[in-house]
């Protein structure tokens, strides 16, 4: 089973300022099949960035991905209050699916 | 896209339940899914999938044994059948579309979940 750690667990930034997430993996994910998830609360999980890069329909472009074998960031160029939530990257590359602990983006 | 589960419940520890997922808006029987819970406060775990035509089946180990995936692409609905449940499985339980017909793969699109507590 692959595991996947993110780091930091808390980021506290203000809205405006650039937001770097990463998420490590234990073992090198097949073919870069890692995506990302954002969740509000009382929400259900919702697809940012599929294939390490590609960013899912509708997605706006201050969110990128990047990152490849066992290392993978998500960056939000310039945070809208909106974007204040979880994120937690899943690789699907091999049986099981996994995710990461969760990165909590809080406003400062 | 609309995924709608229901089925959830408060249930005895050893007893069992079955969840439902209730699709529409595009080709059912063309896509994997999967069921995927989140006990309170905690982060995303999958639970299980199924291929396209239901002929491939996968099971985290946390469940193997006491789970059963399946579905009816007649009626598009997805079902999670549960037995010799625990507290651990405690969870909001999601039905999440594959992006494929293929297990594994990411999921583009969620339910909101219905919720499971196991306890005496």
């Known amino acids: 089973e692959i595991v996947l750690t993110q780091s930091p667990g808390t980021l506290s930034l203000s809205p405006g300022e650039r937001a770097t997430l990463s998420c490590r993996a234990s073992q090198s994910v097949s073919s870069n099949s890692l995506a990302w998830n954002q969740q509000k609360p009382g929400q259900a999980p919702r697809l940012l960035i599929s294939g390490a890069s590609s960013r899912a329909t509708g997605i706006p472009d201050r969110f990128s991905g990047s990152g490849s074998g066992t290392d993978f960031t998500l960056i939000i160029s310039r945070l809208e209050p909106e974007d204040f939530a979880v994120y937690y990257c899943q690789q699907y590359g091999s049986s099981p699916i996994t995710f990461g602990q969760g990165t909590r983006l809080e406003i400062k | 896209v609309q995924l709608l589960e229901s089925g959830g419940d408060l249930v005895q520890p050893g007893g069992s339940l079955r969840l439902s997922c209730a699709v529409s808006g595009f080709t059912f029987s063309s896509y994997a899914m999967s069921w995927v819970r989140q006990a309170p406060g905690k982060g995303l775990e999958w639970v299980s999938a199924?291929?396209?035509?239901?002929?491939?089946?996968y099971y985290a180990d946390s469940v193997k044994g006491r789970f059963t995936i399946s579905r009816d692409n007649s009626k598009n609905t997805l079902y999670l059948q549960m037995n010799s449940l625990r507290a651990e499985d405690t969870a909001l339980y999601y039905c999440a579309k594959a992006a494929n017909w293929a297990f594994p793969d990411y999921f583009d699109y969620w339910g909101q979940g219905t919720l499971v507590t196991v306890s005496s």
């Open positions: 199924i291929t396209g035509r239901g002929g491939g089946t």
